[in-house]
């Protein structure tokens, strides 16, 4: 080989290397600018802070809470300052009360205002902890690690539907659970969120950032419900159309799955806990729209309320049919979801608060 050739050689494998090199982080920093997860600091990140359509409640519901916490505890500066300065209270965060229950259950608990909740309970403070396609195993997993990290978790309100019972989707970086669950180590979660592959998700959140009108807003760090802001905006500016493209007049029924046993299974693990923690702990049915009755089939319905009952051991509100009416897509955003001004009638029912004002409430 001669002296040219061996030059060449060197020139093209110092290249390859540094477009490797470039390639191999160029994944970590989109991950961290983009920041479609929203696990990465603000500072450097592109677009306001939790309007990511893929932000991850699980991951930062729990570091929130853990870190007021922390925030909290007696040694710390922020709390000493508060006890200094309790004259001026109102203005240190420091001194807002750590949110000691908690609204839990899948995305149609999302939804809930946790003012709604505190009414009925006017001595705790609720935060909304609810997850989209939130399980069992994950709700117990976020509880124990709150607990272990001194959240206190005095009263707990779960609102449920047999989906949560039938759900086999596979589900991405975007509803990993945090590292104090008892998961990968902190580390190498973060090792996990630099390298995930995240295009397509990424790609949605530029859009976003970019268009300055975001499809959903998560209050993290205030009450932890998230807003359907791209829904309520084309209500706002077509409500029939927008009942066209969410009900279909043509829409073909569907069977649902079969019941996934082990979620019941993770579910008495749950309600076991919660006993022996002696959280004050209320269940109820959650409103389902007819598609999803028809869906599920009333024996099966039943069948599901029963086997409720029986783990939770003590009475359970029956929600399902409390917004089916003629005008029944009126009280839903889509099949699933119903509509958040709709949250107060469904907490009075979960709760059996003041039912001799249904009727006016509907």
Same mark, same amino acid.
């Given at each position: 080989?001669?002296?040219?050739?061996?030059?060449?050689?060197?020139?093209?494998?110092?290249?390859?290397?540094?477009?490797?090199?470039?390639?191999?982080?160029?994944?970590?920093?989109?991950?961290?600018?983009?920041?479609?997860?929203?696990?990465?600091?603000?500072?450097?990140?592109?677009?306001?802070?939790?309007?990511?359509? %893929?932000?991850?409640?699980?991951?930062?519901?729990?570091?929130?809470?853990?870190?007021?916490?922390?925030?909290?505890?007696?040694? %710390?500066?922020?709390?000493?300052?508060?006890?200094?300065?309790?004259?001026?209270?109102?203005?240190?965060?420091?001194?807002?009360?750590?949110?000691?229950?908690?609204?839990?259950?899948?995305?149609?608990?999302?939804?809930? @205002?946790?003012?709604?909740?505190?009414?009925?309970?006017? @001595?705790?403070?609720?935060?909304?902890?609810?997850?989209?396609?939130?399980?069992?195993?994950?709700?117990?997993?976020?509880?124990?690690?709150?607990? !272990?990290?001194?959240?206190?978790?005095?009263?707990?309100?779960?609102? *449920?539907?047999?989906? $949560?019972?039938?759900?086999?989707?596979?589900?991405?970086?975007?509803?990993?659970?945090?590292?104090?669950?008892?998961?990968?180590?902190?580390? !190498?979660?973060?090792?996990?969120?630099?390298?995930?592959?995240?295009?397509?998700?990424?790609?949605? !959140?530029?859009?976003?950032?970019?268009?300055?009108?975001?499809?959903?807003?998560?209050?993290?760090?205030?009450?932890?419900?998230?807003?359907?802001?791209?829904?309520?905006?084309?209500?706002?500016?077509?409500?029939?159309?927008?009942?066209?493209?969410?009900?279909?007049?043509?829409?073909?029924?569907?069977?649902?799955?079969?019941?996934?046993?082990? !979620?019941?299974?993770?579910?008495?693990? *749950?309600?076991?806990?919660?006993?022996?923690?002696?959280?004050?702990?209320?269940?109820?049915?959650?409103?389902?729209?007819?598609?999803?009755?028809?869906?599920?089939?009333?024996?099966?319905?039943?069948?599901?309320?029963?086997?409720? $009952?029986?783990?939770?051991?003590?009475?359970?509100?029956?929600?399902?049919?409390?917004?089916?009416?003629?005008?029944?897509?009126?009280?839903?955003?889509?099949?699933?979801?119903?509509?958040?001004?709709?949250?107060?009638?469904?907490?009075?029912?979960?709760?059996?608060?003041?039912?001799?004002?249904?009727?006016?409430?509907?």
């Amino acid at each position: 080989m001669t002296a040219s050739s061996i030059g060449s050689f060197n020139v093209y494998w110092k290249a390859a290397l540094v477009a490797g090199g470039l390639a191999a982080w160029s994944l970590p920093v989109w991950n961290v600018v983009v920041n479609p997860y929203q696990v990465f600091k603000a500072k450097y990140s592109i677009g306001e802070r939790y309007t990511a359509s %893929t932000t991850n409640e699980r991951f930062l519901k729990v570091e929130y809470l853990l870190n007021e916490a922390q925030a909290r505890s007696p040694a %710390t500066p922020g709390a000493i300052a508060a006890r200094i300065n309790n004259g001026n209270e109102a203005g240190n965060p420091s001194a807002r009360p750590l949110p000691d229950a908690f609204i839990v259950g899948s995305s149609i608990m999302g939804l809930m @205002d946790p003012g709604l909740v505190n009414r009925y309970f006017p @001595d705790r403070h609720f935060y909304n902890l609810a997850f989209l396609a939130a399980k069992p195993d994950e709700i117990l997993a976020s509880l124990q690690a709150l607990k !272990r990290g001194g959240v206190p978790i005095k009263t707990l309100v779960y609102g *449920l539907e047999p989906i $949560a019972f039938t759900d086999r989707k596979t589900y991405g970086p975007a509803y990993w659970l945090h590292p104090e669950t008892g998961g990968p180590s902190r580390q !190498r979660v973060a090792f996990d969120y630099l390298f995930a592959p995240s295009l397509a998700d990424g790609l949605s !959140r530029l859009v976003t950032a970019i268009g300055g009108q975001p499809s959903v807003r998560y209050d993290i760090e205030g009450t932890g419900r998230y807003v359907l802001e791209r829904y309520d905006r084309e209500i706002k500016a077509d409500h029939a159309a927008f009942m066209r493209r969410q009900f279909p007049v043509d829409a073909q029924p569907v069977v649902a799955p079969p019941w996934i046993e082990s !979620r019941f299974e993770d579910f008495h693990k *749950l309600v076991q806990w919660l006993k022996e923690e002696q959280v004050e702990t209320r269940f109820y049915l959650n409103p389902l729209h007819p598609y999803v009755i028809n869906a599920y089939g009333e024996n099966r319905l039943a069948a599901f309320k029963a086997k409720i $009952a029986g783990i939770t051991g003590q009475g359970l509100e029956d929600c399902t049919q409390l917004l089916n009416r003629d005008d029944v897509n009126q009280q839903f955003y889509d099949y699933k979801h119903f509509l958040p001004e709709k949250a107060n009638l469904v907490i009075s029912c979960g709760l059996q608060k003041d039912q001799s004002n249904f009727k006016g409430l509907l």
